[in-house]
């Protein structure tokens, strides 16, 4: 699975946008980009995965660069509640085990 | 939507004895489970994979005769943490693919505390 990076923490004020960033240059044509969080004690909790379109759920929207080179997560209006770690991934399928780096560590401020 | 269940939450156990964490998939069935282990302030580390039906797939420093994974069924995974020591004591996460393309589920997590 390719690596992917991220930066280790970042501030978000209360109803503003969070935009997280994730770079995974060495991604594969098959690789989709999985995102996670992970609220203090509790299992991560699976936020939304894309191939090469952008997409969107009811939690955040994905947008993915034509190159597919990095990616970036938005939370549309953050709230305390996402204050969380969050995890970038790149693999293939779900059934491929996940290696997790360390995250952005996403401080939601009032 | 799927849901991945862990049992017990939380355990306290003594130092030489061996504790049993369960991971189930309550309403789909998980051919593969992974499961996870975590420090305080330290990201998931992947402990071993688990196959129903065969021998787990452990990381490489894990050792298998200490964290001993069986997977019998298909829609349960079960760790057993051998001999626990209070080195042991961590957060200990499980999660399951759906399908080829879909979501990995995780379970809540067992926090683990050896005396």
């Known amino acids: 699975d390719a690596k992917t990076t991220q930066p280790p923490s970042m501030d978000c004020a209360e109803g503003r946008a969070a935009n997280l960033p994730c770079n995974h240059s060495?991604?594969?044509?098959?690789?989709?980009v999985y995102w996670y969080r992970q609220i203090h004690s509790q299992g991560p909790q699976y936020i939304i995965h894309?191939?090469?379109n952008n997409e969107t759920n009811e939690m955040a929207s994905l947008i993915i660069t034509e190159d597919r080179k990095s990616s970036t997560l938005i939370l549309p209006h953050a709230t305390l509640r996402d204050t969380a770690v969050y995890y970038c991934?790149?693999?293939?399928?779900?059934?491929?085990?996940?290696?997790f780096g360390p995250g952005t560590s996403l401080s939601v401020i009032p | 939507g799927a849901v991945v269940s862990q049992h017990p939450s939380r355990v306290i156990c003594k130092s030489g004895t061996s504790v049993k964490i369960e991971c189930r998939s309550l309403?789909?069935?998980?051919?593969?489970m992974f499961w996870y282990r975590q420090f305080p302030k330290q990201s998931l580390m992947l402990m071993a994979t688990?196959?129903?039906?065969?021998?787990?797939?452990?990381e490489q420093g894990v050792e298998k005769d200490k964290f001993l994974i069986n997977h019998a069924s298909l829609t349960l995974s079960t760790l057993t943490v051998t001999s626990a020591h209070p080195e042991d004591s961590s957060f200990y996460i499980c999660?399951?693919?759906?399908?080829?393309?879909?979501?990995?589920?995780f379970g809540e997590g067992s926090r683990l505390t050896v005396l």
């Open positions: 999660s399951a693919p759906t399908r080829l393309d879909g979501e990995l589920f």
């Open positions: 060495t991604i594969s044509g098959n690789e989709y």
């Open positions: 894309g191939l090469k």
């Open positions: 991934i790149a693999k293939k399928t779900s059934y491929d085990k996940v290696i």
């Open positions: 309403d789909f069935q998980a051919t593969t």
């Open positions: 688990s196959n129903e039906g065969s021998k787990a797939t452990y």
